[in-house]
């Protein structure tokens, strides 16, 4: 599981669990996205589990992605969830800003910044519509102190697509 959420789900259910450490391959994952575009890459995070969910992507031998039609997108128009050493924030939210974006740091509904349970913090980071999300991943990632992109570059391997009245379309 990606996080302490879903772990106490599992459990309560009697499923047995292993850290992702402690495998050398997943079988197959199956994930939700927050956006997919039409080059079929994923925004993810918004949960706040993007780094977890990319090493879990990067172990996998399959990804399938299940998402409704609201999540398809031409270009992702979202926000890019970025997790980000706390120490780091300022210079991040300044490279971002270089790399045309807007960032904010994602907070919990009393205020209080949301920290991940890497104990790092997200910023939602908004580029308005972009056209090429593996070269912006790319720049993120090679700022100081980011951790994680929400932009994922491993693509699915299937994606389904749910539709209305219990359909679905295979991706």
């Not at 270089?98 to 980071?125: A, C, H, M, Q, V």
Request: hydrophobic share 40%; aromatic share 8%.
């Amino acid at each position: 599981p990606t996080s302490l959420q879903i772990k106490l789900v599992a459990e309560k259910a009697g499923i047995q669990l292993v850290e992702s450490d402690q495998v050398n391959h997943i079988d197959i994952v199956f994930d939700g996205a927050d956006q997919i575009n039409s080059q079929k890459y994923v925004i993810k995070g918004g949960g706040g589990a993007l780094l977890r969910e990319n090493i879990l992507f990067s172990l996998a031998k399959k990804i399938v992605v299940m998402a409704d039609k609201t999540k398809f997108v031409k270009n992702f128009t979202r926000t890019v969830p970025i997790e980000v050493h706390p120490l780091a924030r300022n210079s991040v939210i300044n490279s971002i800003k270089k790399l045309g974006g807007e960032s904010k740091i994602r907070s919990l509904n009393r205020g209080y910044p949301f920290f991940t349970e890497n104990g790092n913090i997200i910023l939602d980071s908004d580029f308005g519509i972009i056209k090429n999300p593996k070269a912006l991943t790319q720049k993120i990632k090679q700022t100081t102190g980011v951790l994680e992109s929400g932009i994922f570059l491993r693509k699915p391997d299937v994606i389904y697509k749910a539709k209305i009245n219990g359909k679905f379309e295979i991706i």
